[in-house]
């Protein structure tokens, strides 16, 4: 068995069409949630921040789902983190090309800021998870929320860094080893770590180049850890 990563520093929407039909056993992906994150407070504290591509809500997510349906097996799983701001359009052009089996709770330790006297503050975030054909979740009967902490700030190198913990557990409970895992939104490059870790392969974009160095080197780091050969295209 030989592992195989894929990345390309490029427009998601530009390159998937690289993608064969059918190839693609999993999506785990973490769009700009169209509500431009780099603002007030979080603009005066993050230390790495940066404006997160895209996230200005101009993202075509109806050529996007088309691309994931094309891509998809036909006994493939599709998992899409979203805001209950965003929600209402990420749902309706998901279940055109999937069918919806939950939205789960990625509940998180840590709360926006926001109005602190007119809004509850927001601890949770949603996962659409969707299936084509018939594809067996692994494992227990799950419940459709998960508590898992944030990853801490000072840990951080992209803005919305997601938990390993909570990747390798979608990663886990819906691929077999040598399975093929897309991720063309990777930011960090935190699917691709997971992937090198659980023997997954994946295929990984992501737009802005300030993301290539700490995405590699994540990935080098979690194949150097492995004992199976591994190896990195990058385009
Ligand atoms: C929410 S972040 C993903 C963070 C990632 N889950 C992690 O753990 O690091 C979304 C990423 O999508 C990237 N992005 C936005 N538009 C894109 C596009 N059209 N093609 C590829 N990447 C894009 C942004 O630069 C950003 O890094």
């Given at each position: 068995m030989k592992i195989r990563h894929r990345v390309a520093f490029k427009d998601c929407l530009k390159q998937i069409h690289t993608l064969q039909d059918g190839t693609i056993d999993l999506i785990v992906t973490d769009p700009p949630?169209?509500?431009?994150?780099?603002?007030?407070r979080r603009q005066q504290t993050m230390r790495s921040t940066t404006r997160i591509a895209n996230?200005?809500?101009?993202?075509d997510i109806g050529k996007l789902l088309w691309e994931f349906d094309r891509v998809t097996a036909p006994h493939s799983h599709c998992y899409i983190f979203t805001s209950w701001k965003t929600v209402d359009e990420w749902k309706r052009e998901f279940e055109r090309f999937f069918v919806l089996k939950n939205i789960l709770i990625w509940s998180k330790d840590n709360h926006t800021a926001g109005d602190l006297h007119w809004s509850y503050a927001q601890s949770y975030e949603m996962i659409l998870f969707g299936m084509k054909g018939r594809k067996k979740l692994k494992g227990t009967r799950d419940r459709d929320s998960v508590y898992i902490p944030k990853i801490k700030s000072h840990k951080q190198?992209?803005?919305l860094q997601k938990p390993e913990r909570l990747i390798e557990y979608l990663i886990t409970k819906s691929t077999g080893p040598n399975e093929v895992v897309l991720d063309p939104?990777?930011?960090?490059?935190t699917v691709g770590a997971c992937c090198a870790r659980l023997l997954r392969n994946s295929i990984q974009f992501e737009i802005?180049?300030?993301y290539e160095r700490p995405l590699l080197a994540r990935l080098r780091a979690a194949i150097g850890a492995s004992e199976i050969e591994q190896e990195i295209e990058v385009q």
């Open positions: 949630y169209g509500q431009d994150y780099s603002t007030g996230d200005d809500g101009t993202l190198v992209h803005l939104f990777a930011g960090s490059g802005d180049l300030r």
